[in-house]
């Protein structure tokens, strides 16, 4: 418990310093703000509450663009990764391009995609699914290729065939690293899709923060800001548990 | 080839006869190196050697660190291909042979730490495409004969070093092959489970023989559990002596390797060692 109260009792205090500094004025007139331009947490707490629906819709469009974007890199990533580690000739040919991908800036290539995959949830897919590949696909490829060879030797004495040896030693060996590029991904996924929101949309937690920014409603911004993290940290929660649930060796 | 052991004639099956009834010990089953020649690189690793073992036969295999003794063993196991030469396991010298009549017992465990004891134990099984249950049970009976029994669930982590070695021997002896290749099986473990796992592994082959290749760096425990012992030289490795330690295998591990013969045969054994290094 006590692992909890230290950072409770940190964040505790700056909600509480941020609420003084902004109901008495006082942290904008040190930034040089309209008073209104700066809501303090008991303002956001209250967009948060009569904005819920409205968040909650928004809020569902956003998961399930990094829900599914997810999702492609992870089929994408585990497909790629076991192809380069099966064959040396995919691995040699690919592996730069597979660093390629990362090297692209993705905000230079969301317009595009907006082009060619047109406003509905296509295009989102395709910035989170993006960059979420990459971290999936170096972490699976690495984890396949920790490998012992001794334990490859042994398999083989014991008369296991390619496949058994990929299922019983190699795939084990490799599920704690693809944890780790899940959960990387997970971390990224979220602003992806915000950006690819930001760059075509008419739903989303990010289309919501561009619109409210513009007409200045900045508790509803920090409010849909807050949701996102939210949003973030529970799903970063959910891989870690079921990491634990399914890595039990470890 | 050389008999200088008297070997049973009848194939002694392993605990494995309802899981692999095609794997019967072959008769004439033995280990056939002639001229057997092997370099890693440019560097030559292993000489003209010449090696039988009869089946049933136990040959340790001493020599220098580095001297080529674990190549020799993957070599035998069909994990290799050899450079020049012939070396033969069950009458072939196809590596596909090799590699179905040797098991091979690697230095460390290996056991896979997602898998508990038994399913680590009855891997060769699997492979061969038994179901869990069935692979289970035929492994269930020998975790009883090797004092492992109430451990079959447990994790290789829950498990101590001579237990884990007990497992990796297990699942070697499971594999139903007729030839065990072992290399250096007790180096990770202290003195006092190391004297325990000998006369273990003595008693187990006492009961079921095998023909064995061990490979230790140990003098004392490659002359208590074998037939015969050769010396290998550092690299390339050649024959530098052959020793018949006198009672391989007796049942009082303590008294055998103290009795003046085995004494003697030892301290012949160290000099060769000795002469080899250079």
Request: aromatic share 6%.
């Amino acid at each position: 418990m006590s692992r909890w109260l230290l950072p409770a009792l940190l964040i505790a205090a700056l909600i509480g310093a941020w609420q003084l500094a902004a109901s008495t004025g006082a942290l904008a007139d040190v930034l040089g703000l309209e008073p209104f331009l700066v809501p303090s947490p008991s303002e956001i707490a209250t967009a948060l509450w009569e904005n819920r629906s409205l968040l909650a819709e928004n809020a569902w469009v956003t998961l399930q663009e990094v829900l599914l974007g997810i999702c492609c890199a992870l089929v994408a990533g585990l497909g790629f990764a076991l192809a380069m580690h099966l064959s040396d000739t995919v691995r040699r040919a690919a592996y730069p391009l597979l660093v390629g991908t990362q090297a692209v800036p993705i905000v230079a290539v969301a317009p595009i995609l907006i082009v060619w995959l047109g406003f509905g949830i296509g295009p989102k897919l395709a910035v989170v699914a993006l960059i979420c590949f990459f971290p999936i696909t170096v972490n699976t490829l690495d984890g396949l290729r920790s490998v012992d060879p001794e334990a490859i030797k042994m398999m083989r004495t014991l008369d296991a065939t390619r496949w058994q040896i990929l299922r019983r030693v190699e795939a084990p060996t490799a599920l704690p690293y693809v944890f780790s590029g899940a959960k990387i991904a997970v971390a990224v996924a979220m602003i992806a899709a915000v950006f690819g929101e930001w760059v075509a949309s008419e739903a989303g937690l990010g289309h919501m923060i561009l619109q409210d920014n513009a007409r200045l409603e900045m508790a509803r911004v920090f409010a849909a800001v807050a949701v996102l993290a939210a949003m973030a940290i529970a799903l970063f929660g959910l891989f870690a548990l079921a990491e634990r649930r399914v890595v039990t060796w470890r | 080839m050389r008999q200088d052991t008297k070997m049973p004639t009848e194939a002694v099956q392993f605990g494995t006869a309802d899981a692999s009834p095609s794997r019967v010990d072959p008769p004439g089953a033995a280990v056939s190196i002639r001229g057997l020649h092997h370099a890693y690189g440019d560097l030559d690793t292993i000489e003209r050697l010449n090696l039988e073992v009869p089946p049933h036969g136990v040959l340790g295999l001493v020599g220098p660190s580095g001297c080529g003794k674990s190549t020799l063993l993957e070599l035998l196991a069909g994990l290799q291909e050899p450079g020049a030469g012939e070396i033969a396991v069950g009458g072939s010298s196809a590596g596909e042979e090799r590699l179905a009549h040797c098991a091979y017992m690697p230095q460390r465990d290996l056991l896979l730490p997602w898998l508990n004891a038994i399913d680590n134990a009855s891997l060769a099984l699997r492979n061969r495409g038994l179901g869990r249950t069935e692979a289970r049970r035929s492994a269930d009976a020998l975790f009883e004969r090797f004092g492992l029994a109430g451990f079959e669930r447990s994790r290789p982590a829950e498990l101590s070093g001579g237990m884990r070695q007990r497992v990796a021997f297990l699942r070697t002896l499971l594999s139903g092959k007729p030839v065990l290749a072992l290399d250096e099986p007790f180096a990770s473990l202290d003195a006092i489970t190391r004297a325990e796992m000998q006369g273990w592994l003595a008693a187990a082959l006492r009961s079921d023989p095998r023909t064995v290749v061990l490979v230790s760096h140990d003098v004392e425990e490659a002359l208590y559990l074998s037939d015969r012992v050769v010396v290998l030289s550092s690299r390339p490795a050649s024959i530098v002596a052959e020793l018949s330690p006198p009672s391989p295998r007796s049942a009082d591990r303590d008294e055998a390797v103290t009795d003046p013969e085995f004494v003697a045969v030892r301290e012949r054994a160290l000099a060769a060692l000795h002469e080899g290094s250079r």
